[in-house]
């Protein structure tokens, strides 16, 4: 009870979140310590790129920023870097339940959610060195600079020019990785060409579900690209199975989605009554088991903050079901925010460190 006349918190969430938080305060606050955040907070492995990465967006003209500031953003984005000129985030995404051996994909930030840059680290860097090299014929090294020895091991300036390719985006796909925007803009320029088949062909293969597990945006595009086309029918079968992805993974709004897939408001509702209580006491008659439960709540909170943009108004809700699901550290990682590390901070500056030892 100490605890909490202390510390101006709303829930037991909060406090159990405080000793993450303590976990990953930097010996200095002079600079965001992303990598006490990652470990410590998110919970993941060492990521040996991350620094490089830190280096390259700073070298992009992009301001580091804690990854504590995470008011208004996607609770499962780690933020990294902001863009001066129009304020967006690039950040990492720390997946709930990530498939064994994926590596952290790099995103950026929006309202409804994120929109996916690079399936992990080493290939955002890769592909910058890339286009460094292309663009500037070898006159300009700021990427090479930031990105270091590790990023001399992803890529040898000269490589593209030696390699035949006939452009940077086909270079890109074949040595680097896949890349979303690469998709597009390719599929685009064959259409701009007169070559809708070419395109269409295109928008199919990046809507392959191996290219990019878990997002939904290579379907949107698909179903924005087959309706200039003209092929109504087809766009809004493509957008109705682009809402079986998470809502926040479209790349833009859900109702813009729901508009091409003839969707009405009934799937919202439908979401709205399964994050209830009652909800929950159907489930658990229909036999699913409480965990299960919970993990489906919070995959559709998530969905039904992503219409609207209500991030932080569902943090605390959201965290309280990955801990029914007995994902701890998922909860604490989503309830870790720069207003928890500066009370954790004050308790610090005020000689009760004891206190946080005993949480």
Known sequence: MQAFSILPMKSATKL???????AGLSTTT???DHVGFVQNVAGLEPQPYLDSLLSVLQAKGEKVVSPYERKGLMPLAIPLSENPQDGSVTALLRWPTPAEG????VVTCHKHGVTLLAKSMAEY???????????????????????GELGQKLYRRGDFGSSGSPG????????VGKFPDVFERLALNHLGKGDAISALVTGEFYASRKHFPGFGRPFVFNAELLLKAGRKLESKDAAKIALKSPWWTLGSSYDKVA????????QVEFMRERVTEEGRKEDLN?????????LDQAAFLLDLAAVDGSW???REQLASFYREAEMEDVANFIMTTSSLRNAVEKLFTAGQSDLLRTL
């Open 16 to 22: 159990r979140a405080v000793a993450i938080a303590k």
């Open 30 to 32: 002079a600079a965001p």
């Open 286 to 294: 229909k036999g699913k088991i409480p965990a299960q439960i919970a």
């Open 102 to 105: 994926m590596a952290i994909p």
């Open 125 to 147: 860097i890769h592909r910058l060195l890339v286009e460094e090299d292309c663009n500037s014929n070898g006159a300009e090294d700021k990427f090479f600079s930031g990105a």
């Open 312 to 314: 932080d108004d569902t």
């Open 168 to 175: 940077v985006d086909v270079y890109l796909m074949k040595n």
């Open 259 to 266: 508009e091409m897939a003839g969707w009405g408001d009934e």
